[in-house]
């Protein structure tokens, strides 16, 4: 659906983004992660058509957005933080207006508008100016602009920003349903809601991209073993003592007990190492039988933090 190559965008001699490439694929959620000014809305912005890249290319539905713009434009729907929304337009007029821009008539038209309206749950709203809205229904507003011509992506830039949490939610399974028949790409700072939502996450920093993967293969590979959760059967202070012995294992957590006779660890190692080896070892030498043993995954803002701190290399 996307092709992104080679994308660079200068200001002078600082770089918004450094020479990235990456795809969408049809039918596909992904979202864009990273600090502010990291790159995610200049990318973005380029991949609409609205600002140019310094170099590389951009095809929608293999259409170049530079060399054809007008017909790559009519596969996108686009709607920014602040939706450019006319206050003392009602909701009807307003939509009615974006379907000119889009170049949208025929008899189909008050159907479509209509089945736009419901799928972002605005119909109650129609005849109510737009000013007078709440700030959760001036983004489902900007949603259903987007949506005008049922265009094959939608990209939208912090949909959830300023809403409350029945909001969030609301515009959460809004924007599930969208996956159904859209391509879709978000930016957001809420970690819960990408993970939520996202089939695949992309992180951005300093303009360019340090992970792109699932939320679960990026604490899969990051993690590798370094943080453990452990059951053991035996007396915990013989088992601390134990552990002691083993430098490789830097944090020790007790987690209470869950059975009897037992002690529940998360124990951690430095980065890039994997300490299963030397938990059995210790354990085993100790008499202590392991009754449970596996990796803790990361959730993604964890995963967010070491990507973008420069403490856990490049994940891919």
């Known amino acids: 659906m996307v092709e992104v190559r080679n994308l660079t965008k200068r200001y002078g001699s600082h770089f918004a983004v450094d020479d990235i490439s990456f795809t969408v694929d049809e039918g596909e959620i992904l979202g864009f992660l990273g600090p502010n000014g990291a790159g995610k809305t200049t990318t973005m912005n380029i991949m609409t058509g609205y600002i140019a890249a310094t170099s590389g290319d951009v095809t929608i539905k293999g259409i170049d957005i530079t060399a054809e713009p007008e017909k790559a434009k009519k596969h996108i729907g686009y709607l920014p933080e602040n939706p450019p929304l006319y206050g003392d337009m009602r909701v009807d007029e307003y939509l009615s207006f974006a379907a000119d821009l889009k170049k949208i008539h025929g008899r189909d038209r008050k159907e479509m508008i209509a089945n736009i309206k419901e799928g972002v749950k605005i119909t109650d709203v129609s005849r109510r100016l737009i000013k007078n809205l709440s700030k959760g229904y001036k983004q489902r507003v900007g949603l259903a602009q987007a949506m005008m011509g049922f265009p094959d992506l939608i990209i939208m830039d912090e949909p959830t920003v300023g809403l409350d949490p029945k909001q969030i939610i609301e515009m959460r399974d809004v924007i599930k349903k969208l996956a159904k028949n859209h391509t ?67 944090g020790t957590k007790q987690e209470g007990s869950r059975e009897p006779g037992t002690i529940d660890f998360v124990l951690t190692a430095d980065d890039d190492v994997d300490i299963r080896e030397a938990v059995f070892s210790c354990m085993s030498k100790n008499g202590f039988p392991i009754l449970q043993m596996k990796p803790m995954d990361m959730t993604l803002e964890e995963i967010f933090l070491q990507v973008t701190s420069g403490e856990g290399g490049v994940a891919k």
């Open 184 to 250: 879709v790409t978000l930016s957001s700072h809420i970690m819960q809601e990408v993970s939520a939502v996202c089939d695949r996450v992309m992180i951005i920093n300093k303009g360019k991209i340090v992970a792109s993967d699932t939320t679960e293969r990026l604490s899969s590979s990051l993690t590798s073993g370094r943080q453990v959760s452990v059951r053991v059967r035996g007396d915990v202070n013989k088992i601390l003592r134990a552990l002691k012995d083993y430098p490789v294992i830097k």
